[in-house]
Protein backbone atom coordinates (compact mmCIF):
# COMPACT_ATOMS: atom_id res chain seq x y z
CA UNK A 1 0.00 0.00 0.00
CA UNK A 2 1.06 3.21 -0.94
CA UNK A 3 -1.58 5.75 -1.00
CA UNK A 4 -5.33 5.62 -1.24
CA UNK A 5 -7.33 4.97 1.88
CA UNK A 6 -7.97 1.96 4.23
CA UNK A 7 -11.19 1.42 2.01
CA UNK A 8 -9.46 2.01 -1.11
CA UNK A 9 -5.85 1.41 -0.98
CA UNK A 10 -3.50 2.06 -3.67
CA UNK A 11 -0.01 0.17 -5.04
CA UNK A 12 3.06 2.15 -6.37
CA UNK A 13 1.95 1.28 -9.86
CA UNK A 14 -1.33 2.98 -9.30
CA UNK A 15 0.47 6.46 -7.47
CA UNK A 16 2.88 6.68 -10.00
CA UNK A 17 2.18 9.98 -11.76
CA UNK A 18 1.71 10.68 -15.45
CA UNK A 19 4.77 10.32 -17.86
CA UNK A 20 4.17 14.05 -18.30
CA UNK A 21 5.91 14.67 -14.84
CA UNK A 22 8.87 12.52 -14.92
CA UNK A 23 12.01 14.40 -15.46
CA UNK A 24 14.92 13.28 -17.57
CA UNK A 25 18.76 13.87 -16.12
CA UNK A 26 20.67 16.16 -18.64
CA UNK A 27 23.76 14.24 -18.00
CA UNK A 28 22.30 10.85 -18.73
CA UNK A 29 18.87 11.07 -20.09
CA UNK A 30 17.55 8.72 -17.34
CA UNK A 31 13.46 9.86 -16.82
CA UNK A 32 13.34 8.90 -13.36
CA UNK A 33 13.25 12.08 -11.69
CA UNK A 34 10.41 14.80 -10.70
CA UNK A 35 12.70 17.23 -10.12
CA UNK A 36 15.39 18.76 -12.37
CA UNK A 37 19.26 18.92 -12.54
CA UNK A 38 21.42 14.96 -12.75
CA UNK A 39 20.16 12.11 -11.44
CA UNK A 40 21.88 10.60 -8.12
CA UNK A 41 23.80 8.08 -10.12
CA UNK A 42 25.30 11.15 -12.08
CA UNK A 43 26.03 13.49 -8.72
CA UNK A 44 27.36 9.77 -7.19
CA UNK A 45 30.03 9.31 -10.34
CA UNK A 46 31.10 13.38 -10.38
CA UNK A 47 31.88 13.27 -7.00
CA UNK A 48 33.80 10.10 -7.07
CA UNK A 49 35.50 12.09 -10.08
CA UNK A 50 36.53 15.00 -7.57
CA UNK A 51 38.16 12.32 -4.72
CA UNK A 52 39.36 10.23 -6.76
CA UNK A 53 40.73 11.96 -9.72
CA UNK A 54 44.55 14.06 -10.45
CA UNK A 55 45.16 17.85 -11.22
CA UNK A 56 43.88 16.90 -14.45
CA UNK A 57 40.98 14.92 -13.38
CA UNK A 58 41.71 11.87 -14.52
CA UNK A 59 41.40 8.72 -12.29
CA UNK A 60 44.25 7.03 -10.66
CA UNK A 61 44.92 3.93 -12.47
CA UNK A 62 45.26 1.74 -8.94
CA UNK A 63 41.31 3.32 -7.66
CA UNK A 64 39.93 2.91 -11.08
CA UNK A 65 38.26 -0.43 -9.78
CA UNK A 66 37.53 1.32 -6.61
CA UNK A 67 35.55 4.53 -8.81
CA UNK A 68 33.70 1.33 -10.51
CA UNK A 69 32.46 -0.26 -8.02
CA UNK A 70 31.41 2.65 -6.40
CA UNK A 71 30.07 4.37 -9.13
CA UNK A 72 27.82 1.18 -9.94
CA UNK A 73 27.21 0.69 -6.67
CA UNK A 74 23.08 -0.84 -6.28
CA UNK A 75 22.14 1.96 -3.64
CA UNK A 76 23.76 5.09 -5.23
CA UNK A 77 22.29 7.63 -2.51
CA UNK A 78 24.06 5.45 0.34
CA UNK A 79 27.02 5.37 -1.70
CA UNK A 80 26.67 9.54 -1.65
CA UNK A 81 25.94 9.62 2.06
CA UNK A 82 28.65 7.96 3.01
CA UNK A 83 31.40 10.49 0.87
CA UNK A 84 29.08 13.56 2.68
CA UNK A 85 29.14 12.08 6.08
CA UNK A 86 31.92 9.86 6.52
CA UNK A 87 35.56 11.85 7.87
CA UNK A 88 37.35 8.78 5.77
CA UNK A 89 36.48 10.78 2.79
CA UNK A 90 39.84 13.42 3.23
CA UNK A 91 41.92 10.13 3.56
CA UNK A 92 39.76 8.96 0.39
CA UNK A 93 40.70 12.85 -1.47
CA UNK A 94 44.54 12.49 -0.16
CA UNK A 95 44.47 8.87 -1.93
CA UNK A 96 43.06 10.66 -4.96
CA UNK A 97 45.38 12.94 -5.07
CA UNK A 98 48.82 11.55 -4.53
CA UNK A 99 49.39 13.40 -1.31
CA UNK A 100 49.07 10.06 0.34
CA UNK A 101 50.32 6.84 -0.64
CA UNK A 102 48.10 3.84 -1.78
CA UNK A 103 49.58 1.09 1.01
CA UNK A 104 48.70 -0.33 4.21
CA UNK A 105 51.67 1.29 5.83
CA UNK A 106 49.34 4.85 5.02
CA UNK A 107 46.72 4.09 6.90
CA UNK A 108 48.43 1.93 9.63
CA UNK A 109 49.54 5.58 10.32
CA UNK A 110 46.23 6.92 10.93
CA UNK A 111 44.63 7.34 13.88
CA UNK A 112 42.92 3.53 14.56
CA UNK A 113 39.10 4.67 14.20
CA UNK A 114 36.31 2.93 12.25
CA UNK A 115 36.02 4.88 9.39
CA UNK A 116 39.28 4.17 9.03
CA UNK A 117 39.22 0.72 8.83
CA UNK A 118 36.40 0.18 6.85
CA UNK A 119 37.54 2.36 4.25
CA UNK A 120 40.52 0.01 4.23
CA UNK A 121 37.97 -2.61 3.78
CA UNK A 122 36.30 -1.08 0.61
CA UNK A 123 39.58 -0.69 -0.97
CA UNK A 124 40.71 -4.63 0.35
CA UNK A 125 37.58 -6.00 -1.33
CA UNK A 126 37.60 -3.44 -4.72
CA UNK A 127 41.75 -4.42 -5.11
CA UNK A 128 43.37 -1.01 -4.41
CA UNK A 129 45.09 -3.03 -1.92
CA UNK A 130 46.04 -6.51 -1.19
CA UNK A 131 44.38 -8.27 1.27
CA UNK A 132 46.19 -9.16 4.53
CA UNK A 133 45.32 -11.08 8.09
CA UNK A 134 43.85 -7.60 10.02
CA UNK A 135 43.29 -9.02 13.07
CA UNK A 136 46.81 -10.09 13.34
CA UNK A 137 47.90 -6.80 12.41
CA UNK A 138 45.34 -4.99 14.93
CA UNK A 139 47.69 -7.08 17.77
CA UNK A 140 51.10 -6.83 16.26
CA UNK A 141 50.65 -3.02 16.39
CA UNK A 142 49.25 -3.25 20.49
CA UNK A 143 52.04 -5.21 21.20
CA UNK A 144 54.53 -2.93 19.98
CA UNK A 145 52.50 -0.19 21.67
CA UNK A 146 52.27 -2.05 24.75
CA UNK A 147 55.72 -3.68 24.96
CA UNK A 148 57.15 0.12 24.40
CA UNK A 149 55.09 1.70 26.99
CA UNK A 150 57.42 -0.12 29.48
CA UNK A 151 59.69 1.92 31.44
CA UNK A 152 62.09 -0.10 32.71
CA UNK A 153 64.44 -1.73 29.86
CA UNK A 154 64.21 -5.10 31.48
CA UNK A 155 60.66 -5.63 31.66
CA UNK A 156 60.86 -4.22 27.82
CA UNK A 157 63.34 -6.93 26.73
CA UNK A 158 61.22 -9.60 28.86
CA UNK A 159 57.61 -9.00 27.56
CA UNK A 160 59.31 -8.24 23.71
CA UNK A 161 60.46 -11.97 23.92
CA UNK A 162 57.45 -13.79 25.42
CA UNK A 163 54.81 -11.68 23.28
CA UNK A 164 56.65 -11.57 19.93
CA UNK A 165 58.83 -14.64 20.34
CA UNK A 166 56.94 -16.71 21.77
CA UNK A 167 53.07 -15.66 21.51
CA UNK A 168 52.86 -13.71 18.17
CA UNK A 169 55.21 -16.60 16.70
CA UNK A 170 53.36 -19.57 17.81
CA UNK A 171 50.35 -18.05 16.71
CA UNK A 172 51.45 -17.66 12.80
CA UNK A 173 52.97 -20.79 12.83
CA UNK A 174 49.76 -22.25 13.43
CA UNK A 175 47.54 -19.88 10.96
CA UNK A 176 49.41 -20.88 8.04
CA UNK A 177 47.11 -20.14 5.61
CA UNK A 178 43.88 -19.44 7.82
CA UNK A 179 43.32 -15.85 9.19
CA UNK A 180 43.83 -15.06 12.90
CA UNK A 181 40.56 -15.03 14.76
CA UNK A 182 38.71 -12.68 17.09
CA UNK A 183 39.12 -14.96 20.18
CA UNK A 184 43.14 -15.66 19.04
CA UNK A 185 43.61 -11.86 19.32
CA UNK A 186 41.84 -11.49 23.21
CA UNK A 187 43.83 -14.38 24.37
CA UNK A 188 47.29 -13.37 23.43
CA UNK A 189 46.22 -9.63 24.66
CA UNK A 190 44.58 -11.45 27.90
CA UNK A 191 48.39 -13.37 28.29
CA UNK A 192 49.90 -10.46 27.96
CA UNK A 193 48.23 -8.06 30.59
CA UNK A 194 48.50 -10.43 32.66
CA UNK A 195 52.44 -11.04 32.75
CA UNK A 196 52.39 -7.33 32.94
CA UNK A 197 50.06 -7.37 36.21
CA UNK A 198 52.61 -9.90 37.78
CA UNK A 199 55.43 -8.20 36.99
CA UNK A 200 53.88 -4.88 38.17
CA UNK A 201 53.21 -6.23 41.20
CA UNK A 202 56.87 -7.80 41.75
CA UNK A 203 57.88 -4.19 41.03
CA UNK A 204 56.59 -2.68 43.75
CA UNK A 205 57.66 -4.93 46.14
CA UNK A 206 61.05 -4.39 44.88
CA UNK A 207 61.28 -8.29 43.19
CA UNK A 208 62.25 -9.00 40.22
CA UNK A 209 61.00 -12.11 37.99
CA UNK A 210 64.32 -13.82 38.08
CA UNK A 211 64.54 -13.34 42.31
CA UNK A 212 61.12 -13.82 43.38
CA UNK A 213 60.22 -16.99 44.70
CA UNK A 214 57.21 -19.42 45.60
CA UNK A 215 55.48 -16.94 48.45
CA UNK A 216 55.73 -13.92 46.14
CA UNK A 217 53.37 -15.44 43.22
CA UNK A 218 51.00 -17.79 46.02
CA UNK A 219 50.81 -14.06 47.47
CA UNK A 220 49.60 -12.13 44.18
CA UNK A 221 47.12 -15.47 43.10
CA UNK A 222 45.63 -14.90 46.51
CA UNK A 223 44.74 -11.24 45.67
CA UNK A 224 44.33 -9.33 43.04
CA UNK A 225 45.81 -12.04 40.07
CA UNK A 226 43.21 -14.87 41.30
CA UNK A 227 40.99 -14.27 38.43
CA UNK A 228 44.24 -14.28 35.77
CA UNK A 229 45.63 -17.48 36.63
CA UNK A 230 45.22 -19.37 33.85
CA UNK A 231 46.83 -16.83 31.42
CA UNK A 232 50.06 -15.52 33.70
CA UNK A 233 49.95 -19.78 34.37
CA UNK A 234 51.15 -19.62 30.59
CA UNK A 235 53.92 -16.63 31.11
CA UNK A 236 55.37 -18.49 34.47
CA UNK A 237 55.90 -21.65 32.49
CA UNK A 238 57.50 -20.07 29.50
CA UNK A 239 59.87 -18.26 31.54
CA UNK A 240 60.50 -21.42 33.92
CA UNK A 241 61.45 -22.88 30.20
CA UNK A 242 64.05 -20.06 29.64
CA UNK A 243 65.70 -20.40 32.53
CA UNK A 244 64.12 -16.87 33.99
CA UNK A 245 62.33 -17.93 36.66
CA UNK A 246 62.34 -20.54 39.54
CA UNK A 247 58.53 -20.40 40.03
CA UNK A 248 56.19 -23.42 39.42
CA UNK A 249 52.42 -23.19 38.45
CA UNK A 250 51.18 -26.47 37.26
CA UNK A 251 48.50 -26.53 33.89
CA UNK A 252 45.47 -27.85 34.70
CA UNK A 253 44.62 -30.57 32.86
CA UNK A 254 41.55 -30.92 30.57
CA UNK A 255 39.89 -33.87 32.07
CA UNK A 256 35.94 -34.07 30.29
CA UNK A 257 33.41 -32.20 29.29
CA UNK A 258 32.03 -30.50 32.35
CA UNK A 259 28.22 -29.84 31.03
CA UNK A 260 25.97 -32.22 30.56
CA UNK A 261 25.97 -34.04 26.59
CA UNK A 262 22.04 -34.47 25.40
CA UNK A 263 22.24 -36.91 21.93
CA UNK A 264 18.85 -36.66 22.21
CA UNK A 265 18.19 -32.85 22.03
CA UNK A 266 20.78 -32.83 19.59
CA UNK A 267 19.42 -34.85 17.22
CA UNK A 268 15.98 -33.04 17.82
CA UNK A 269 17.41 -30.20 16.46
CA UNK A 270 19.15 -31.36 13.62
CA UNK A 271 15.77 -32.90 12.30
CA UNK A 272 14.24 -29.33 12.88
CA UNK A 273 17.26 -27.31 11.13
CA UNK A 274 16.80 -30.03 7.95
CA UNK A 275 13.50 -29.96 7.84
CA UNK A 276 11.90 -26.25 8.87
CA UNK A 277 11.68 -23.79 5.78
CA UNK A 278 10.81 -21.08 8.06
CA UNK A 279 14.21 -20.69 9.17
CA UNK A 280 16.93 -18.77 7.17
CA UNK A 281 19.28 -20.99 4.73
CA UNK A 282 22.28 -19.39 6.44
CA UNK A 283 21.55 -19.80 9.93
CA UNK A 284 20.12 -23.59 9.03
CA UNK A 285 23.43 -24.35 7.44
CA UNK A 286 25.87 -22.88 10.60
CA UNK A 287 23.73 -24.70 12.90
CA UNK A 288 23.98 -28.19 11.24
CA UNK A 289 27.34 -27.89 10.95
CA UNK A 290 27.98 -27.58 14.58
CA UNK A 291 25.72 -29.88 15.62
CA UNK A 292 26.36 -32.84 12.80
CA UNK A 293 29.83 -31.61 12.47
CA UNK A 294 31.19 -30.62 15.35
CA UNK A 295 32.83 -27.06 13.90
CA UNK A 296 33.35 -23.95 15.80
CA UNK A 297 31.45 -20.87 15.10
CA UNK A 298 35.19 -19.34 14.00
CA UNK A 299 36.04 -22.32 11.63
CA UNK A 300 32.16 -22.01 10.18
CA UNK A 301 32.68 -18.15 9.22
CA UNK A 302 35.67 -18.45 7.54
CA UNK A 303 34.49 -21.30 5.32
CA UNK A 304 35.45 -20.16 1.04
CA UNK A 305 33.26 -21.19 -1.85
CA UNK A 306 36.50 -23.15 -2.87
CA UNK A 307 35.76 -25.23 0.16
CA UNK A 308 32.59 -27.03 -1.93
CA UNK A 309 33.71 -30.02 -4.33
CA UNK A 310 30.94 -31.49 -7.10
CA UNK A 311 32.01 -34.96 -7.43
CA UNK A 312 29.97 -38.15 -8.52
CA UNK A 313 29.22 -39.36 -5.32
CA UNK A 314 27.59 -35.96 -4.45
CA UNK A 315 28.67 -32.54 -3.01
CA UNK A 316 31.43 -32.63 -0.82
CA UNK A 317 32.25 -30.15 1.76
CA UNK A 318 36.54 -29.38 3.07
CA UNK A 319 36.15 -28.93 6.64
CA UNK A 320 39.50 -30.91 7.46
CA UNK A 321 42.25 -32.46 5.08
CA UNK A 322 40.19 -34.91 3.22
CA UNK A 323 36.33 -33.53 2.34
CA UNK A 324 33.08 -34.91 3.87
CA UNK A 325 30.12 -35.79 1.56
CA UNK A 326 27.19 -34.29 2.54
CA UNK A 327 24.16 -35.84 2.80
CA UNK A 328 20.44 -34.87 1.83
CA UNK A 329 18.84 -32.19 2.36
CA UNK A 330 21.76 -30.70 3.70
CA UNK A 331 23.12 -30.28 -0.05
CA UNK A 332 20.07 -28.46 -0.90
CA UNK A 333 20.48 -25.84 2.13
CA UNK A 334 24.29 -25.32 0.95
CA UNK A 335 23.06 -24.83 -2.54
CA UNK A 336 20.48 -22.71 -1.49
CA UNK A 337 22.65 -20.49 0.61
CA UNK A 338 25.52 -20.42 -1.84
CA UNK A 339 22.70 -19.02 -4.26
CA UNK A 340 21.32 -16.58 -1.69
CA UNK A 341 23.56 -15.33 0.09
CA UNK A 342 24.83 -11.42 -0.03
CA UNK A 343 26.85 -9.61 2.59
CA UNK A 344 25.60 -6.87 4.30
CA UNK A 345 28.15 -3.89 3.22
CA UNK A 346 26.87 -2.16 0.51
CA UNK A 347 29.90 -0.04 -0.37
CA UNK A 348 32.90 -2.36 -2.20
CA UNK A 349 30.53 -5.58 -2.28
CA UNK A 350 29.10 -5.97 -5.74
CA UNK A 351 28.15 -10.35 -4.79
CA UNK A 352 32.22 -10.77 -5.37
CA UNK A 353 32.82 -12.38 -1.99
CA UNK A 354 34.63 -15.35 -1.74
CA UNK A 355 32.92 -16.34 1.53
CA UNK A 356 29.87 -18.78 2.20
CA UNK A 357 29.33 -16.52 5.26
CA UNK A 358 29.90 -12.63 3.91
CA UNK A 359 29.98 -10.38 6.73
CA UNK A 360 28.78 -6.76 7.60
CA UNK A 361 32.17 -5.52 6.14
CA UNK A 362 33.37 -5.44 2.22
CA UNK A 363 35.18 -8.45 1.26
CA UNK A 364 35.00 -9.97 5.04
CA UNK A 365 33.12 -12.91 6.68
CA UNK A 366 30.43 -12.76 9.29
CA UNK A 367 32.28 -12.66 12.98
CA UNK A 368 32.45 -15.82 15.04
CA UNK A 369 30.74 -13.22 17.94
CA UNK A 370 27.87 -12.59 15.11
CA UNK A 371 27.23 -16.31 14.03
CA UNK A 372 27.18 -17.57 17.45
CA UNK A 373 24.60 -15.09 18.49
CA UNK A 374 22.72 -16.00 15.13
CA UNK A 375 22.53 -19.23 16.32
CA UNK A 376 21.58 -18.37 20.25
CA UNK A 377 18.01 -16.56 18.80
CA UNK A 378 17.63 -19.68 17.02
CA UNK A 379 17.65 -21.85 20.67
CA UNK A 380 21.42 -23.35 19.20
CA UNK A 381 24.18 -22.46 21.73
CA UNK A 382 27.47 -23.71 19.93
CA UNK A 383 29.50 -24.66 22.24
CA UNK A 384 27.77 -27.41 24.20
CA UNK A 385 26.05 -28.76 20.58
CA UNK A 386 29.56 -28.67 19.37
CA UNK A 387 30.84 -30.77 22.39
CA UNK A 388 27.63 -32.99 22.00
CA UNK A 389 28.70 -33.58 18.64
CA UNK A 390 32.42 -34.27 18.96
CA UNK A 391 31.38 -36.48 22.25
CA UNK A 392 29.31 -38.69 20.03
CA UNK A 393 31.69 -38.57 17.31
CA UNK A 394 34.52 -39.59 19.26
CA UNK A 395 32.75 -43.22 20.12
CA UNK A 396 32.34 -44.10 16.38
CA UNK A 397 35.13 -42.87 14.56
CA UNK A 398 39.34 -43.36 15.31
CA UNK A 399 40.97 -40.18 16.26
CA UNK A 400 43.07 -39.94 12.99
CA UNK A 401 39.90 -40.19 11.13
CA UNK A 402 37.98 -37.17 13.31
CA UNK A 403 41.17 -34.68 12.89
CA UNK A 404 41.47 -35.43 9.06
CA UNK A 405 37.86 -35.05 8.02
CA UNK A 406 36.83 -32.90 10.81
CA UNK A 407 39.89 -30.19 11.08
CA UNK A 408 40.21 -31.16 14.41
CA UNK A 409 43.60 -31.01 16.52
CA UNK A 410 44.96 -34.56 16.94
CA UNK A 411 45.64 -34.27 20.17
CA UNK A 412 41.90 -32.73 21.14
CA UNK A 413 40.49 -35.83 18.80
CA UNK A 414 42.68 -38.13 21.24
CA UNK A 415 41.39 -36.37 24.63
CA UNK A 416 37.44 -36.44 23.48
CA UNK A 417 38.31 -40.30 22.67
CA UNK A 418 39.20 -41.27 25.46
CA UNK A 419 36.97 -39.17 27.92
CA UNK A 420 33.92 -40.73 25.70
CA UNK A 421 35.40 -44.11 26.13
CA UNK A 422 36.20 -44.87 22.74
CA UNK A 423 39.56 -45.49 23.26
CA UNK A 424 40.30 -48.93 21.25
CA UNK A 425 43.25 -49.46 22.26
CA UNK A 426 42.31 -49.50 25.61
CA UNK A 427 39.61 -51.41 24.85
CA UNK A 428 41.45 -54.19 23.40
CA UNK A 429 44.33 -54.20 26.12
CA UNK A 430 40.57 -54.44 28.53
CA UNK A 431 39.37 -57.28 26.82
CA UNK A 432 42.57 -59.78 25.77
CA UNK A 433 42.58 -59.44 30.39
CA UNK A 434 39.27 -60.85 30.25
CA UNK A 435 38.90 -64.48 31.80
CA UNK A 436 37.92 -66.79 29.03
Known sequence: MRGGSAGRPLCAGCTRPGSSLWKACPTCGDQA?????????????????????????????????????????????????????????????GLGSGALALSHGTLDKLPLAKPVEHLRAVLVATGALPGRDEHMARLERWVGITVAARAEP???????????????????????????????????????????????????REVTLAHADQGHLDAWLAGEGASRQGDVGHFIRWAAAQKLTSLELAAVRWDGPRGAIDADKRWEQARWLLHDGTVDAEDRVAGLLVL?????????????????????????????????????????????????????????????????????????????????????????????????????????????????????????????????????????????????
Not at 60 to 81: C, F, I, Q
Not at 171 to 196: D, F, M, N, P
Request: net charge positive; with cysteine.
Open 33 to 93: KLTDGPCTRCVLAERLRQLLGGPGGTVRPELVTLYDNLATAERPGTVLTWLTRSEAVAVLA
Open 154 to 204: EERQLLQRYAVWNLLRRLRRRQKSTGTTYGQVTTVKRRVRAAIGLVDWLRT
Open 292 to 436: LYAQRAAAISRLTLDRLENAEEGARLRLGARPVVLPEPLVGLVAELVATRRGHAVLGDQGTSPWLFPGGQPGRPISAYRLTERLRRIGIYAGPARSSALFQLATELPAAVIARMLGVHIKVAVQWQRASSGDWTGYAADYSRRPR
